[in-house]
């Protein structure tokens, strides 16, 4: 059912700086971007992802963001995990059955669904299913 960390997300007001780094330096491919204009913060947002052999790290950069990001609830720095899943809707259902709490989703969209859990720190863990085509 749980088939692996999908990526690890990194929150940056330096967004091309870091770009620049995981490639130029550390040789990861930008494999997707993303802009939303209206994230559930309510600021336009950037979504980069960058893959390193199977291992991504999605970049999260907020529009006026700079030594503080823009949204009050959000902080530079390491942001939560992803687990890739086969199926959604029955990690779902096995999570639930198991006492745990949909804290957020899923959302589905043309590319993938995501919904978010939390573990006993409170640490957001996302769930993420990527649609094949």
Same mark, same amino acid.
């Given at each position: 059912?749980?088939?692996?960390?999908?990526?690890?997300?990194?929150?940056?007001?330096?967004?091309?700086?870091?770009?620049?780094?995981?490639?130029?330096?550390?040789?990861?491919?930008?494999?997707?971007? /993303?802009? &939303?204009?209206?994230?559930?913060?309510? !600021?336009?947002?950037?979504? *980069?992802?960058?893959? #390193? %052999?199977?291992?991504?790290? /999605?970049? &999260?950069?907020?529009?006026?963001?700079? !030594?503080?990001?823009?949204? *009050?609830?959000?902080? #530079? %720095?390491?942001?939560?995990?992803?687990?890739?899943?086969?199926?959604?809707?029955?990690?779902?259902?096995?999570?639930?059955?198991?006492?745990?709490?949909?804290?957020?989703?899923?959302?589905?969209?043309?590319?993938?669904?995501?919904?978010?859990?939390?573990?006993?720190?409170?640490?957001?863990?996302?769930?993420?299913?990527?649609?094949?085509?």
């Amino acid at each position: 059912m749980f088939k692996r960390i999908d990526h690890i997300e990194i929150v940056t007001d330096q967004l091309d700086r870091t770009i620049e780094f995981y490639t130029a330096v550390l040789g990861f491919k930008e494999v997707l971007r /993303e802009r &939303i204009e209206r994230s559930s913060l309510g !600021v336009p947002m950037s979504l *980069v992802f960058l893959d #390193l %052999g199977h291992t991504a790290v /999605e970049l &999260i950069s907020y529009e006026g963001a700079s !030594v503080e990001p823009a949204p *009050v609830k959000e902080h #530079l %720095g390491y942001r939560l995990m992803a687990l890739e899943v086969d199926d959604m809707q029955q990690a779902t259902d096995y999570l639930k059955g198991k006492g745990i709490e949909i804290t957020w989703g899923p959302r589905v969209g043309e590319k993938y669904a995501r919904a978010e859990i939390r573990d006993p720190n409170a640490y957001s863990i996302e769930l993420r299913q990527w649609f094949k085509k």
